[in-house]
Nanobody
């Protein structure tokens, strides 16, 4: 089984940057989809970004496109989310997730992922 641990959250002012890390332990697969989601109080869990570990397309929510970048370090089995030009509406708990056999049409759907990290809080002040 795979375990995911997020880190890097914190409090920043609008316009600032943060880099979130998701460290994976246990068995991982090159075919897995790795994704970032976020959930603000009173809202549904929302897709942020995803990619396939083996390469190919990268997917971003319209709300973060051009500001956030998802990347990986194969040697460290770690996925990153670089967040720039942060806005107050980015405030949420951010979750790393992994899933197998997820079609491209469903990479933004939380229920398709079977492994989740514990979450890390990101707060952006205005």
């Amino acid at each position: 089984q795979v375990q995911l641990v997020e880190s890097g959250g914190g409090l920043v002012q609008a316009g600032g940057s943060l880099r979130l890390s998701c460290a994976a332990s246990g068995r991982t697969f090159s075919g897995y989809v790795m994704g970032w989601f976020r959930q603000a109080p009173g809202k549904e869990r929302e897709f942020v970004a995803a990619f396939r570990w083996s390469g190919g397309n990268t997917y971003y929510a319209d709300s973060v496109k051009g500001r956030f970048t998802i990347s990986k370090d194969n040697a460290k089995n770690t996925v990153y989310l670089q967040m720039n030009s942060l806005k107050p509406e980015d405030t949420a708990v951010y979750y790393c997730a992994a899933g197998d056999r997820i079609l491209n049409a469903f990479v933004s759907t939380p229920r398709r992922y079977d492994t989740w990290g514990q979450g890390t809080q990101v707060t952006v002040s205005s």
